[in-house]
């Protein structure tokens, strides 16, 4: 697809057909965020691809909101950064992310951020923690979200373009 109409009909997809996605769709979308760029080029994050359908219901429950379309996703991708390589952690695993979404996008494969820094379950237990138990991850390993990927039950309509975005725009020259 021409980039700028990827960046035109990307939705985040939270219903998911149930169909398999084709595994060559899967495989850029992963490419996709190893190609993200990463401070100093230092590459701190694992991609963890989860098909599994057992674990893909325990990552639906590791907050109290907001996660609940992994347990009918076809996969979930999770970078995980290792924070004692880069302090960058976070901006590294959410670039990582962008580029999966926009990936995803462009091969007609819904996908949706899945929030898990700074988020808590229903027993207040930290959501990072709960997501390095499920993957057994050492206490280095930082997550920020979790990419959830599926066949679209149906694709949002693209947002239309608001006029009112551009006040949020400064040019200064
Ligand atoms: C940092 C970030 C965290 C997000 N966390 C969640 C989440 O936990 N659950 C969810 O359903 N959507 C989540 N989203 C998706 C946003 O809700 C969505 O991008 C926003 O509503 C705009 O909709 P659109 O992506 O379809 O344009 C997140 C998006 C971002 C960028």
């Given at each position: ?41 230092q590459?701190p ?36 950064a290792d924070s004692s390589i880069a ?87």
């Amino acid at each position: 697809m021409e980039f700028n109409n990827v960046l035109r009909i990307r939705r985040s997809v939270r219903r998911y057909s149930g169909k398999a996605i084709p595994a060559d769709s899967l495989e850029r979308i992963v490419q996709a965020g190893l190609s993200a760029p990463t401070s100093r080029n230092q590459k701190p994050c694992r991609f963890i691809v989860v098909r599994n359908r057992e674990i893909l219901k325990q990552l639906a429950h590791v907050k109290q909101a907001g996660g609940a379309m992994l347990e009918n996703a076809y996969a979930a991708v999770i970078p995980a950064a290792d924070s004692s390589i880069a302090d960058t952690w976070a901006e590294d695993t959410s670039i990582a992310l962008s580029f999966m979404h926009l990936a995803a996008a462009n091969e007609g494969v819904g996908s949706c951020w899945v929030q898990i820094h700074l988020r808590k379950d229903e027993k207040e237990e930290d959501a990072e923690e709960n997501v390095r138990k499920i993957l057994s991850l050492g206490p280095a390993f930082r997550i920020t979200g979790i990419l959830s990927l599926g066949m679209p039950e149906e694709m949002p309509a693209p947002h239309q373009p608001d006029t009112n975005d551009r006040e949020r725009v400064t040019v200064m020259e």
